[in-house]
């Protein structure tokens, strides 16, 4: 992990603090992303994991302004393989939130109350069921017939698996049932019991062939063979939890529908259970975590959801989850291990990030041979030596960190870590930068080589092949090293001229060869066509990530708006910069680092480079389009119907956007009681306004 400044409490960060460590967490926990969801190989534990993610929402809770767009808590899973065809979800598939304390279950219900506008005594009920490690998995039925399976993969588009799937044996082929709707696409978890497991290791480990490392790596792999005939050769299985699209529901209740699903001939965790406040929720989560180590199956939490469907459609999603639902995870697991060596990672804004090289071990049922030291004062703090047997932890069972040295263990001649002062890629001096503002030291210490340094060169442009960027298959770590040793590939540009800079000379280079240079310029080309959300991501602007991009690619609408307007902005003053500023989600410091970027010479060539070597397309509008979709719209007074969070909930999600003032480009101000100076610029400026009710009817509800 590369945040550099861990060890301090959320309420003592600074701003400039914060954002540094929001830029490292969303890199750190997007690499973990991708090798548990895409690669099926997590180096950490779901409780370090966690960790990180609840780090990082404490931040941007406290610094909302901060939030990126590529923040974990707004992404899901990873993109679906090139080895299968793609599927797109009708109902996107998203993830969790987490809690990992009695209180984050507390705090999760007041939410629920607090967004519906509830009193306090009435009553919340909620759905308990055991979460299963495994793979997520979408299966449509059509007139009750199996028609099709995919995986979650980054919750817009999945793998279709269906090949696969049809070879569970618990998976029906007909549902069966006089309520069973017309379209029915049910969501669950395909995982692999402990005793398959074990007689799964036990085979390849006689057949030569490398062992799996839990249960759920091993699920996911054995669904994504190409040839179906090795799936079914192995003891898959699956519980049904949740569904996407339905033409209609058998229940007005989370629990109703799943009574439905046992009737239909469909999986259910026998152990799920209603419960009516949250001391029986926690009640249930301490008897399943009883129950834990006998289950024949994995599992890493609790997950509670609101019960009543009314009003798991009234909460809605937040990002990458739902608001109606979270899961309680169980604590981390730890063990003991020796730390060989300790190195220095260099990220593409230049911080340097200690990591710990361990004598692997197995945490959790994941092998761990690195985990993260955080920064400088967290070494010396906790005062962890090359040398040391050290404690080490997976939170939340994914990502590892170290805990504690063990000091009745300390070789004699273990030395206090010196950290370097210089960049080990470059040579250029690390300094940790003075804060204008607090004048205090930065915790974080980083590379001055700028330009010149290789790592935050490679880094770019390996965050510009990513996966919520261009995504590009096969231009990976391995190969933008080579291409930049070559001094082929020096800036994004480079990239898509690649083919006529290379042409006829790839194929002579060592590891190449005609198929697989033909493969890498099929692959650039493909990509020359792009989204303009991630097309802005892929630029790796500060604080700007996947989701900022596509807030931004939402208000400008296409490239050459998009880019003109952040050239024209100056910060702190003029149009352009008011009306960045003015969309809800954008904050001043996110708004500063777009304009900074844009300010620079360079970063405008590589832009207008790309420009026109592309084809930047603008979000695409659903078909389904609402009466408000593309409007500007602006929440004003006291709202009777809804809680504001859910009014603005509601309007994104018919496709509007949603400003925190009134200009001549707000379509639509809906002013509720006590409206005053918004109101009043609105009926100067001649604009539409509304009621609440008055929009209640205009977008259809009510």
Same mark, same amino acid.
């Given at each position: 992990?590369?945040?550099?400044?861990?060890?301090?409490?959320?309420?003592?960060?600074?701003?400039?603090?914060?954002?540094a460590e929001l830029e490292a967490l969303a890199a750190e926990i997007a690499r973990h992303d991708e090798l548990y969801h895409g690669k099926d190989a997590p180096e950490i534990s779901d409780g370090d994991y966690e960790t990180l993610r609840r780090r990082n929402e404490a931040i941007e809770a406290r610094f909302p302004d901060l939030v990126r767009d590529d923040s974990p808590s707004r992404n899901v899973g990873a993109s679906p393989s090139s080895g299968f065809s793609q599927v797109r979800h009708s109902v996107p598939m998203l993830s969790l939130g987490n809690a990992f304390h009695d209180e984050d279950v507390t705090d999760f219900l007041v939410r629920v109350r607090r967004f519906l506008g509830l009193e306090d005594d009435e009553p919340v009920a909620v759905v308990a069921e055991p979460k299963i490690d495994g793979l997520a998995v979408s299966i449509r039925y059509e007139k009750g017939r199996y028609v099709r399976a995919a995986t979650r993969g980054d919750g817009q588009t999945g793998e279709d698996i269906s090949a696969n799937v049809a070879t569970i044996g618990e998976v029906p082929e007909r549902l069966k049932?006089?309520?069973?709707?017309?379209?029915?696409?049910?969501?669950?978890?395909?995982?692999?019991?402990?005793?398959?497991?074990?007689?799964?290791?036990?085979?390849?480990?006689?057949?030569?062939?490398?062992?799996?490392?839990?249960?759920?790596?091993?699920?996911?792999?054995?669904?994504?063979?190409?040839?179906?005939?090795?799936?079914?050769?192995?003891?898959?299985?699956?519980?049904?939890?949740?569904?996407?699209?339905?033409?209609?529901?058998?229940?007005?209740?989370?629990?109703?529908?799943?009574?439905?699903?046992?009737?239909?001939?469909?999986?259910?965790?026998?152990?799920?259970?209603?419960?009516?406040?949250?001391?029986?929720?926690?009640?249930?989560?301490?008897?399943?975590?009883?129950?834990?180590?006998?289950? *024949?199956?994995?599992?890493? %939490? !609790? #997950?509670?959801?609101?019960?009543? $469907?009314?009003? =798991? /459609?009234?909460?809605?999603?937040?990002?990458?989850?739902?608001?109606?639902?979270?899961?309680?995870?169980?604590?981390?697991?730890?063990?003991?291990?020796?730390?060989?060596?300790?190195?220095?990672?260099?990220?593409?804004?230049?911080?340097?990030?200690?990591?710990?090289?361990?004598? *692997?071990?197995?945490?959790? %049922? !994941? #092998?761990?041979?690195?985990?993260? $030291?955080?920064? =400088? /004062?967290?070494?010396?703090?906790?005062?962890?030596?090359?040398?040391?047997?050290?404690?080490?932890?997976?939170?939340?069972?994914?990502?590892?960190?170290?805990?504690?040295?063990?000091?009745?263990?300390?070789?004699?001649?273990?030395?206090?870590?010196?950290?370097?002062?210089?960049? *080990?890629?470059?040579?250029?001096?690390? #300094?940790?930068?003075?804060?204008?503002?607090?004048?205090? /030291?930065?915790?974080?210490?980083?590379?001055?080589?700028?330009?010149?340094?290789?790592?935050?060169?490679?880094?770019?442009?390996?965050?510009?092949?990513?996966?919520?960027?261009?995504?590009?298959?096969?231009?990976?770590?391995?190969?933008?090293?080579?291409?930049?040793?070559?001094?082929?590939?020096?800036?994004?540009?480079?990239?898509?001229?690649?083919?006529?800079?290379?042409?006829?000379?790839?194929?002579?280079?060592?590891?190449?060869?005609?198929?697989?240079?033909?493969?890498?310029?099929?692959?650039?080309?493909?990509?020359?066509?792009?989204?303009?959300?991630?097309?802005?991501?892929?630029?790796?602007?500060?604080?700007?990530?996947?989701?900022?991009?596509?807030?931004?690619?939402?208000?400008?609408?296409?490239?050459?708006?998009?880019?003109?307007?952040?050239?024209?902005?100056?910060?702190?003053?003029?149009?352009?910069?008011?009306?960045?500023?003015?969309?809800?989600?954008?904050?001043?410091?996110?708004?500063?680092?777009?304009?900074?970027?844009?300010?620079?010479?360079?970063?405008?060539?590589?832009?207008?480079?790309?420009?026109?070597?592309?084809?930047?397309?603008?979000?695409?509008?659903?078909?389904?389009?609402?009466?408000?979709?593309?409007?500007?719209?602006?929440?004003?007074?006291?709202?009777?119907?809804?809680?504001?969070?859910?009014?603005?909930?509601?309007?994104?999600?018919?496709?509007?956007?949603?400003?925190?003032?009134?200009?001549?480009?707000?379509?639509?101000?809906?002013?509720?009681?006590?409206?005053?100076?918004?109101?009043?610029?609105?009926?100067?400026?001649?604009?539409?306004?509304?009621?609440?009710?008055?929009?209640?009817?205009?977008?259809?509800?009510?």
């Amino acid at each position: 992990m590369t945040a550099d400044l861990r060890d301090h409490e959320v309420d003592d960060l600074t701003l400039e603090e914060a954002g540094a460590e929001l830029e490292a967490l969303a890199a750190e926990i997007a690499r973990h992303d991708e090798l548990y969801h895409g690669k099926d190989a997590p180096e950490i534990s779901d409780g370090d994991y966690e960790t990180l993610r609840r780090r990082n929402e404490a931040i941007e809770a406290r610094f909302p302004d901060l939030v990126r767009d590529d923040s974990p808590s707004r992404n899901v899973g990873a993109s679906p393989s090139s080895g299968f065809s793609q599927v797109r979800h009708s109902v996107p598939m998203l993830s969790l939130g987490n809690a990992f304390h009695d209180e984050d279950v507390t705090d999760f219900l007041v939410r629920v109350r607090r967004f519906l506008g509830l009193e306090d005594d009435e009553p919340v009920a909620v759905v308990a069921e055991p979460k299963i490690d495994g793979l997520a998995v979408s299966i449509r039925y059509e007139k009750g017939r199996y028609v099709r399976a995919a995986t979650r993969g980054d919750g817009q588009t999945g793998e279709d698996i269906s090949a696969n799937v049809a070879t569970i044996g618990e998976v029906p082929e007909r549902l069966k049932g006089e309520d069973v709707p017309d379209v029915i696409e049910v969501r669950g978890e395909i995982y692999l019991g402990r005793d398959d497991f074990f007689a799964l290791n036990e085979t390849r480990e006689a057949a030569g062939e490398a062992r799996f490392a839990n249960p759920r790596n091993a699920a996911a792999g054995s669904l994504r063979q190409l040839d179906s005939t090795v799936t079914a050769s192995r003891s898959l299985r699956i519980f049904l939890y949740a569904w996407g699209e339905a033409s209609t529901l058998p229940a007005e209740t989370h629990h109703g529908v799943l009574e439905a699903y046992g009737r239909w001939g469909l999986p259910v965790n026998p152990e799920i259970a209603l419960c009516q406040n949250a001391e029986e929720l926690l009640a249930r989560y301490e008897a399943i975590g009883a129950m834990r180590a006998g289950l *024949p199956y994995d599992i890493d %939490g !609790v #997950v509670y959801k609101v019960e009543r $469907l009314d009003w =798991q /459609e009234r909460l809605g999603f937040v990002s990458r989850a739902p608001r109606w639902a979270i899961a309680h995870k169980f604590p981390a697991e730890q063990a003991q291990t020796v730390l060989k060596d300790i190195r220095i990672q260099v990220g593409r804004t230049g911080s340097l990030t200690p990591v710990a090289m361990l004598q *692997p071990v197995t945490v959790g %049922g !994941v #092998v761990v041979q690195n985990a993260t $030291l955080h920064n =400088q /004062e967290e070494i010396a703090r906790k005062d962890i030596r090359i040398g040391d047997t050290v404690v080490v932890q997976r939170a939340g069972d994914v990502i590892p960190q170290v805990v504690k040295p063990i000091l009745d263990q300390r070789p004699k001649d273990a030395a206090p870590y010196v950290f370097p002062e210089t960049c *080990p890629v470059c040579g250029s001096h690390a #300094v940790r930068e003075i804060n204008p503002k607090t004048g205090k /030291e930065d915790v974080a210490r980083r590379c001055t080589g700028g330009l010149i340094c290789p790592a935050q060169a490679t880094e770019r442009l390996r965050h510009f092949v990513s996966r919520l960027a261009f995504d590009i298959e096969g231009l990976g770590d391995k190969q933008i090293t080579f291409f930049w040793d070559q001094e082929t590939i020096r800036n994004p540009t480079d990239i898509f001229d690649l083919e006529a800079n290379t042409a006829n000379k790839l194929a002579e280079f060592e590891g190449w060869g005609e198929v697989s240079a033909r493969n890498l310029y099929a692959a650039i080309d493909k990509r020359r066509t792009i989204g303009l959300d991630r097309f802005i991501n892929a630029l790796g602007i500060r604080h700007v990530g996947e989701t900022t991009a596509r807030l931004l690619a939402r208000n400008y609408g296409g490239f050459e708006a998009f880019r003109d307007a952040m050239t024209a902005a100056e910060v702190g003053e003029g149009e352009a910069w008011e009306t960045l500023i003015n969309i809800d989600g954008i904050g001043e410091t996110v708004a500063g680092a777009i304009v900074d970027f844009f300010d620079e010479p360079q970063n405008r060539d590589v832009v207008d480079g790309l420009g026109e070597r592309l084809t930047i397309e603008g979000l695409e509008q659903a078909d389904d389009a609402s009466p408000v979709t593309g409007k500007t719209v602006v929440f004003t007074g006291s709202l009777e119907e809804m809680t504001r969070q859910e009014a603005k909930a509601r309007a994104e999600a018919l496709g509007a956007k949603v400003s925190g003032s009134v200009s001549a480009k707000t379509d639509i101000v809906v002013a509720g009681p006590g409206a005053g100076s918004k109101l009043k610029k609105a009926e100067e400026l001649g604009l539409t306004v509304m009621t609440e009710a008055e929009w209640l009817e205009h977008i259809g509800v009510g």
